[in-house]
């Protein structure tokens, strides 16, 4: 079953009951996906920024923005304009797509992997999720890989509180600890 029917089938009623919504409208639902690289390491490397940008987009299967700096610092040798990330917003079925895909693949695909921490819901109820390598995503093979990166898994929700949030997330079937 997808994801997206899934919510509208299964999770909605259940958030319905355990929290009282008297409308559908006002259950909590996703938002957005923002899948986030620091591109640090590219500062010295060009190829870098173009490893991330096409592994961003394989992964997202969306093309990814360009972050430049607002400001110069020094002390990281950053000028104003250089890209220091890259990141990919979702929404739609591309986003339902792609947290399936999360839930269901990569994540217990992750080495040492025991769940996600609590800590990592917020107090309006939004995920953020930091992997160390991006080789754990079903469309990256690891004998084609050149440079490892990390990126950051931000959730969104419209939930009002952390419990809401957390709820929601459990019943889309994140793996969190117990």
């Known amino acids: 079953m997808k994801l997206k029917e899934k919510y509208n089938t299964q999770i909605i009623p259940a958030l319905q009951q355990k929290f ?3 409308n559908i409208f006002a259950v ?3 938002t957005k996906v923002v899948v986030n690289v620091g591109t640090g390491k590219g500062l010295q490397d060009a190829r870098y920024n173009e ?3 096409a592994t961003l987009q394989r992964i997202t299967g969306q093309k990814p923005v360009k972050n430049a700096s607002r400001k110069s610092i ?3 040798k950053i000028r104003e304009g250089l890209v220091v990330g890259m990141m990919v ?4 079925s591309r986003m339902y797509d792609f947290l399936d895909k999360l839930v269901n693949i990569t994540l217990p695909r992750i080495r040492d992997f025991r769940g996600l921490s609590l800590k990592a819901v917020d107090a309006h109820g939004n995920l953020n999720i930091g992997l160390k ?3 754990s995503f079903p469309e990256i093979k690891s004998d084609e890989v050149e440079k490892l990166h990390g990126l950051q898994i931000t959730v969104v929700t419209s939930a ?3 419990e809401e949030g957390l709820e929601l997330l459990t019943q889309l079937g994140f ?3 117990k």
């Open 20 to 22: 009282g919504y008297k």
């Open 175 to 177: 793996p969190f600890q």
């Open 133 to 135: 390598e991006h080789i």
């Open 51 to 53: 490893v991330v940008e």
């Open 89 to 92: 917003t979702l929404r739609g």
């Open 28 to 30: 909590p639902r996703i």
């Open 160 to 162: 009002q509180t952390r």
């Open 74 to 76: 020094s002390n990281f």
